[in-house]
C-alpha cells in the first residue's frame, strides 16, 4: 500500500491534542482513500526546552530532510521567554527547510460567523502567500550602545532577486489555477522605495512575460487591510513579503471566522514542506478537550494536497464544511463548539471517510 512517511511535531499547549485530531482525520481519509500514514514523532518544544535547554538541534534538521512533510501543532510556552521557541524552533524549521513560501488560505465557509457585516462566503475566499525565507525575519541588524541613552537598534529588510521571482513563480502558478487568475502584489512602495521596487519590477517582468492571462494588481500594505476588511471579494491572490504577510494573515484569519479555522503550510514545493494552524498554543485551554481542532485538521488537508492526494483533501473540507452548514459545530470558539475537540475530530474523520 501507498505510504507516507509523516514528522509529527505536536509541540506545546492545545498543539497535541489539536493534533490527534488532525492525525485521526488523515488516518480515516487515507484508508478510505487506500493509502496510509506512518508517522514519527518528535517532542520539540517548550517542555523539551525547559528540561534540556534545546531547542532544535541541527541533527534533528538532518533528519527532517528524509520526510516530505511534517505536521506541527503549535510552538509558545508561557515559562519560556519570547523569542527564544520562536526563533529556535519554528524559524529555524521554516528557515533551514527553506521552506519559502507560507500558503494561508482565507476561506469563509457557509454557517461561519465573520465579523465583516454583509459579507459572505462568495466574498471571502482568497489565498494570501507569504514570502517566508527573507525579510526582516533574517535576523540581520544588531543594537550599539544597549541600555544606555544612545542606544541603537537596527534591523534590515532583506530580499535578494531569486527569492523574490521563486516567490513570485508560486504565486502566478496558484492564481493560474485558480477561476479568477488574479494576483494582488502587496507591498509599501512609496516608502519602502529599495525592496518595494525590487518586488515591483519582478512582479511586472514575470508577469508580463511568463503569465498574462493573470491580471496583475497592486495594494499598498496598509490599504490592503483596509480592503480585505471593506472589499474582500476583490482577492483571489495575494503575494506579499514576509511581514507584511504575517499581520495580513491575523487579519485574515479573523475575516474567515478566526484562529479556530485558519490553516497554513510552510512549503518548499522541491524539499520538505510543513502544515501547522496558524493559531497558537493557547496554554490556558491545554487538556480540557475544548479547543478547536478544525484549523489543524485543515491544514492536515492542505498536507494532503502537497502530497498530491487531492481527492483526499477534498473529502476533509467537504466533511468540515458540512459539519459547519449544518451547525453540528456550534461555533469555532474553544469551549462553544456544542462538544469537544475529540467529538470534532470523530466527526470529521466519520464525515470524511464515509
Ligand atoms: C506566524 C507566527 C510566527 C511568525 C511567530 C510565532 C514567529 O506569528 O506563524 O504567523 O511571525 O511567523
Ligand atoms: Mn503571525
Not at 525565507?133 to 540581520?140: D, E, N, V
Not at 453540528?328 to 469555532?332: G, Y
Given at each position: 500500500m501507498k505510504t507516507y512517511q509523516v514528522a509529527v511535531v505536536p509541540g506545546d499547549g492545545t498543539g497535541p491534542e489539536v493534533v490527534r485530531e488532525g492525525l485521526k482525520v488523515l488516518n480515516a481519509v487515507a484508508a478510505k482513500e487506500g493509502f496510509k500514514f506512518e508517522t514519527q514523532h518528535y517532542d520539540f518544544g517548550g517542555d523539551r526546552y525547559l528540561k534540556t535547554?534545546?531547542?532544535?538541534p541541527d541533527s534533528a534538521v538532518e533528519e527532517l530532510k528524509k520526510f516530505k512533510v511534517i505536521y506541527l501543532g503549535a510552538i509558545g510556552h508561557p515559562d519560556v521567554k519570547p523569542g527564544i521557541l520562536e526563533q529556535g524552533i519554528l524559524l529555524k524549521m521554516r528557515f533551514a527547510l527553506e521552506q519559502y513560501i507560507n500558503l494561508r488560505p482565507v476561506k469563509l465557509f457557509p454557517g461561519v460567523e465573520t465579523p465583516?457585516?454583509?459579507?459572505?462566503p462568495e466574498d471571502v475566499d482568497f489565498v494570501v502567500i507569504r514570502e517566508n525565507?527573507?525579510?526582516?525575519?533574517?535576523?540581520?541588524g544588531g543594537v550599539e550602545n544597549?541600555?544606555?541613552?544612545?542606544e541603537c537598534a537596527i534591523q534590515i529588510m532583506k530580499y535578494t532577486r531569486p527569492q523574490v521571482d521563486r516567490c513570485l513563480k508560486f504565486s502566478f502558478e496558484l492564481a493560474m489555477k485558480r477561476k479568477r487568475k488574479k494576483l494582488t502584489l502587496c507591498h509599501k512602495t512609496n516608502v519602502l522605495v529599495h525592496c518595494g521596487d525590487l518586488w515591483m519590477r519582478a512582479f511586472e517582468e514575470m508577469g508580463k512575460a511568463k503569465y498574462p492571462e493573470v491580471e496583475r494588481d497592486y495594494n499598498h500594505v496598509d490599504a490592503t487591510t483596509m480592503w480585505m476588511v471593506?472589499?474582500?471579494?476583490?482577492?483571489d491572490v495575494i503575494v506579499t513579503e514576509n511581514l507584511f504577510g504575517d499581520i495580513i494573515t491575523d487579519l485574515g484569519a479573523q475575516i474567515q471566522g478566526?484562529?479556530?479555522i485558519a490553516a497554513g503550510g510552510n512549503i518548499n514545493p522541491e524539499g520538505v514542506s510543513m502544515f501547522e494552524p496558524?493559531?497558537?498554543?493557547?496554554?490556558?485551554?491545554?487538556?480540557?478537550?475544548?479547543?478547536?481542532?478544525l484549523a489543524a485538521i485543515l491544514s492536515g488537508a492542505m498536507l494532503l494536497d502537497q502530497l498530491g492526494e487531492k481527492n483526499a483533501a477534498a473529502r476533509i473540507e467537504r466533511a468540515v464544511i458540512d459539519a459547519l452548514q449544518t451547525k453540528?459545530?456550534?461555533?469555532?470558539s474553544a469551549g462553544k463548539m456544542g462538544m469537544g475537540t475529540t467529538e470534532v475530530g470523530d466527526l470529521i474523520a466519520k464525515a470524511a471517510s464515509a
Open positions: 535547554g534545546e531547542t532544535l465583516l457585516a454583509n459579507k459572505k525565507s527573507g525579510s526582516i525575519y533574517t535576523g540581520l544597549k541600555g544606555t541613552d544612545r471593506k472589499n474582500p471579494e476583490f482577492y478566526g484562529m479556530g496558524i493559531g497558537g498554543s493557547a496554554p490556558k485551554y491545554t487538556n480540557q478537550n475544548v479547543i478547536n481542532p453540528k459545530i456550534k461555533s469555532l
